[in-house]
């Protein structure tokens, strides 16, 4: 893959209802879960090196061209909580929603290989307003983005959209939480899906990496408080506090659970491994160039120590398994552990319920890591321990 440095490359990022088709992307069922290879890359700043380190991961991948070459490929964006939330008065993409740089590169990239529709995706907490907004509220420019590459599109996936039905994932096996889960039509109206996460950890799954990125494609519409009992709701009010507490289920039109529980150490990284198999992720990449310790979003807890970090990483795999647990060693984190071990202290593995349901393997022998080795990657995260010290 060569790097073009034309007008379809991104290098100014920095300033700127009911009725449900039925959708069941192929999965692996088997009990062993496939081996995959996994690409490390350092990379210090937010500038062209991004375009340059991710297109070197890409190659030593195996290449964009045959992924996505002729198709559309949606772009699963962090950018969770609201645009005022911010530690230390920092932009956001610099403590913990991905860096538009590296949305840009990404978009550049896939362009270039070949993709004929690019679709970002967010659940964006702004009612049903385009993704757009949100953006220009944090003071992002999407009209680089759409510079990016010949087709890019955007949808706020927090309701209907621009959707007339939502689409329905059935979990594979049945579910561990629900049996599936009703979601805007653009996760299923693609050919590759890509979850663009942060190197982050999580007050409730331990970590947050590629997989529980996608925590965050479940409508409001469905999974809020203030979801109707019986179909989806016109606005997306409220926040997917029933998916972590189980206080209530969604309305009567959609799967419904399969298990009973109100701890959210069990039910959220349950949650995570079901949508993983559900809607499988085809490309996971994580960026950890900047991001912070203490959770997924600042000042969560005065208690908990939130501070920015500098790791200078990027990962990237087409297995969102070995990818987090890759992610996970370069965190100091062992991908194996479960509850009771950092950075499970209070909650079950993410990693090792998905793997369960033949998504991908967490063991490291079984992981090919190319580029930069994780011992010269790693940057240690602070354990629950230490964050409440």
Known sequence: MRVHISRREFVGAAGMAVGAHMARP??????????????IGQCQEYNREVTATLATMFDQLGGLDKLVGGKTVSIKLNMTGPTSD??????????HWVHPQVIGSLISLLGNAGATRIRLLESAPIGTKPLQDFMLAAGWQPKDFVSAAKLVEFENTNFLG?????????????????AGYDLNHSYRDTDVFIS????????T?????????????????????????????????????PMHSGSRVPPKSAPQPVAESKDPGFRVPRITADLVAARPIHLAVIDGIYTMTGGELPNQDPNWIHQPVHPGLLIAGMNCVSTDAVAMAT?????????????FEKCDNTLRLAEHLGVGTRDLSRIEVVGTPIVKAQYRFPTLTQLTT
């Open 162 to 178: 621009s959707g007339k039905t939502y689409a329905r994932f059935m979990v594979p096996g049945g579910g561990l939480m629900y």
């Open 86 to 95: 911010k530690l230390n008065s920092m932009p956001n993409q610099m403590t």
């Open 205 to 241: 799954a331990g970590v947050t990496l590629s997989m529980k990125n996608c925590f965050g494609i479940t409508p409001c519409t469905i999974y809020s408080q203030e979801a109707p009992e019986d179909e989806p709701g016109i606005l997306p009010v409220g926040y997917r506090g």
């Open 196 to 203: 663009l996460a942060k190197l982050k950890e999580h007050r």
């Open 26 to 39: 192929a999965i692996a069922s088997a009990l062993k879960a496939p081996a995959s290879r996994v690409a």
């Open 331 to 343: 965190m100091g984190f062992d991908p194996m552990a479960d509850r009771g071990s950092a950075p």
